[in-house]
């Protein structure tokens, strides 16, 4: 464990709401190519990663751009400057009759319209695996009146769309499907420019305690949901022998209620912390030793990203995560990290112990990790993959 790497929680409002649709007009109107992001209602996740950092990117990157997001409530506003955009990406929405207008007023301009979403969420025929892996009540027709009506609309509003753009591979070939066979293009989800300030300053403060803990090893869960019941629980009964065997190690879980099954008789070195926001969770990610991203292996986990492995090596936290499509190609198995099947957990842990009990040995390869992780996943390294997603490279 890594006490007090800062002085206590960071300071924190969420920056979009410092931004007025005034101030976002005059940037999407600031230049060319113009680029304007929609999405429902601003949040510290998909909202974030998927619209906020695109524009700050391009902004930052190519300041004769135009690029800017809006959510909802402005459609009216945007609906006056669409037909002098670019394009037009809608994230994640669903269907209704002002989304429809907009993309017919912005098709009718010459408008390029894409559909992004970071999630197979737009696919009715996975609705059944949808529940299932998301551990959701299906013992009543509401339950799936509401996953269907979810889904259903969100697909409905990418097939408006001309072309799609996504995290990763996997999931853009399922959305091309959904599309017709149009375009996808890629764009990962990465770091906030605030993000990468923090998470460069905590890494400093491991660094200069030679990435020594305080003798206790903590192993992380940041699932930040109830949803995940069913891919911790891949990893659950390792943590448990784990914790069994070696009283030096604690278990600190946030946003998730206190587990039951193997782990009950741990209660007292079981952590349960809040959910925090997105600067806060870099500190609580960088105070544990060993991070972990069990899922079940599925056609929907393989399409989540990569994003609990990066967030992780950047404040030279050690991943241990479930070898799906991006974790693969993410993780350097061994080296930035370690990949686990369902039957290699316990061995997985033991060696994760092992390595940060040893800081000689960890202080190199977590730094390796995090300068790999900067270098991929920065938020000013993405500016030429943004304009190749949207077709403007």
């Given at each position: 464990?890594?006490?007090?790497?800062t002085?206590?929680?960071?300071?924190?409002?969420?920056?979009?709401?410092?931004?007025?649709?005034?101030e976002?007009?005059?940037?999407?109107r600031?230049?060319r190519p113009r680029?304007?992001w929609?999405?429902e209602?601003p949040?510290t996740?998909?909202?974030?990663?998927?619209?906020?950092n695109?524009?700050?990117?391009?902004?930052?990157?190519?300041p004769?751009?135009?690029?800017s997001?809006?959510?909802?409530?402005?459609?009216?506003?945007?609906?006056r400057?669409?037909?002098?955009?670019?394009?037009l990406?809608?994230?994640?929405?669903?269907?209704?009759?002002?989304?429809?207008?907009?993309?017919?007023?912005?098709?009718?301009?010459?408008?390029?319209?894409?559909?992004d979403?970071d999630d197979?969420?737009?696919?009715?025929?996975?609705?059944?695996l949808?529940l299932?892996?998301?551990?959701?009540?299906?013992d009543?027709?509401?339950?799936?009146?509401?996953?269907?009506a979810?889904?259903?609309r969100v697909g409905?509003?990418?097939r408006?769309c001309?072309?799609?753009?996504?995290?990763?591979?996997?999931?853009?070939?399922?959305?091309?499907?959904?599309?017709?066979?149009?375009?996808?293009?890629?764009?990962?989800?990465?770091?906030?420019?605030?993000?990468?300030v923090?998470?460069?300053?905590?890494?400093?403060?491991k660094r200069?305690?030679?990435?020594?803990?305080?003798g206790?090893?903590?192993?992380?869960y940041?699932?930040?949901s109830?949803?995940?019941?069913?891919d911790?629980?891949?990893?659950a009964?390792?943590?448990?022998?784990?914790?069994?065997?070696?009283?030096?190690?604690?278990?600190?879980?946030?946003?998730?209620p206190?587990?039951?099954?193997?782990?009950?008789?741990?209660?007292?070195?079981?952590?349960?912390?809040?959910?925090?926001?997105y600067?806060?969770?870099?500190?609580?990610?960088?105070?544990?030793?060993?991070?972990i991203?069990?899922?079940?292996?599925?056609?929907?986990?393989?399409?989540?990203?990569?994003l609990k492995f990066?967030e992780?090596?950047?404040v030279?936290?050690?991943?241990?995560?479930t070898?799906?499509?991006?974790?693969?190609r993410?993780?350097?198995?061994g080296?930035?990290?370690?990949?686990?099947?369902?039957?290699?957990?316990?061995?997985?842990?033991?060696?994760?112990?092992?390595?940060?009990r040893?800081?000689?040995?960890y202080?190199?390869?977590?730094?390796?990790?995090a300068?790999?992780?900067y270098?991929?996943?920065g938020?000013d390294?993405?500016?030429?993959?943004?304009?190749?997603?949207?077709g403007?490279?």
């Amino acid at each position: 464990m890594f006490d007090n790497l800062t002085d206590g929680p960071l300071p924190y409002d969420a920056p979009w709401e410092q931004e007025p649709l005034a101030e976002r007009l005059a940037m999407l109107r600031g230049g060319r190519p113009r680029v304007a992001w929609l999405y429902e209602l601003p949040d510290t996740s998909t909202f974030r990663y998927r619209c906020r950092n695109p524009s700050l990117t391009l902004s930052a990157a190519y300041p004769g751009t135009g690029a800017s997001w809006f959510e909802r409530k402005d459609i009216p506003a945007l609906a006056r400057e669409v037909m002098n955009v670019d394009v037009l990406v809608i994230c994640r929405y669903r269907y209704d009759s002002e989304v429809a207008r907009l993309v017919a007023r912005a098709r009718a301009g010459g408008t390029r319209v894409l559909f992004d979403c970071d999630d197979l969420i737009f696919d009715t025929q996975q609705v059944h695996l949808l529940l299932e892996t998301l551990d959701q009540p299906t013992d009543a027709a509401v339950h799936w009146d509401l996953w269907f009506a979810l889904v259903g609309r969100v697909g409905a509003t990418a097939r408006l769309c001309q072309g799609g753009v996504t995290t990763n591979g996997f999931l853009a070939h399922r959305m091309a499907d959904l599309l017709g066979g149009a375009p996808v293009g890629i764009i990962p989800n990465y770091l906030a420019p605030d993000q990468e300030v923090i998470s460069r300053q905590l890494l400093d403060a491991k660094r200069r305690r030679g990435f020594h803990g305080d003798g206790r090893v903590t192993v992380g869960y940041f699932s930040g949901s109830p949803t995940h019941n069913k891919d911790f629980a891949v990893a659950a009964p390792a943590l448990a022998r784990l914790l069994t065997a070696d009283p030096l190690v604690d278990l600190r879980i946030v946003g998730f209620p206190p587990p039951n099954g193997p782990l009950a008789s741990f209660e007292g070195r079981i952590e349960i912390v809040p959910l925090q926001d997105y600067l806060n969770l870099q500190r609580v990610i960088a105070e544990v030793d060993v991070n972990i991203a069990p899922l079940r292996d599925n056609l929907f986990t393989n399409c989540k990203s990569e994003l609990k492995f990066f967030e992780a090596a950047v404040v030279g936290t050690w991943t241990v995560a479930t070898p799906t499509f991006t974790f693969r190609r993410a993780i350097r198995d061994g080296v930035t990290g370690r990949l686990a099947r369902s039957h290699e957990w316990d061995t997985a842990l033991a060696e994760a112990v092992a390595l940060v009990r040893d800081p000689a040995r960890y202080a190199p390869i977590a730094e390796a990790a995090a300068a790999e992780a900067y270098a991929t996943y920065g938020w000013d390294q993405q500016a030429p993959r943004i304009l190749d997603a949207l077709g403007l490279g």
